[in-house]
Nanobody, 125 residues
């Protein structure tokens, strides 16, 4: 059974930091590229960041470059998203997703076949 579980969301003031984690089963994780997407109320789901199966390649949305860092720990089957200098516009439900195309760091929703339930991030002004 494929399972992705997000954690680490919460309420933070603008300028603060949060660290999100995505835990996956070994079978899901080992060859998968992992990405984070987010969806704010009334808006479409959008790409945030992705990391290849080895961790050697990453991709970021322009809106988070320089503020967010994605990394993976293959020994622990986890991917982390360190979010610094948070802004109110970062408020959203953040989803972890896995793609079997492990070498790619695609920003496209359709390239990811497995999704977690999401973790809420709220940034107050």
């Amino acid at each position: 059974q494929v399972q992705l579980v997000e954690s680490g969301g919460g309420l933070v003031q603008a300028g603060g930091s949060l660290r999100l984690s995505c835990a996956a089963s070994r079978r899901t994780f080992i060859n998968a590229a992992i990405a984070w997407f987010r969806q704010a109320p009334g808006k479409e789901r959008e790409f945030v960041a992705a990391v290849s199966r080895s961790g050697g390649r990453t991709n970021y949305a322009d809106s988070v470059k320089g503020r967010f860092t994605i990394s993976r720990d293959n020994a622990k089957n986890t991917v982390n998203l360190q979010m610094n200098s948070l802004k109110p516009e970062d408020t959203a439900l953040y989803y972890c997703a896995a793609s079997s195309q492990g070498l790619r760091v695609s920003p496209k929703i359709d390239d990811y076949g497995y999704w977690g339930q999401g973790t809420q991030v709220t940034v107050s002004s």
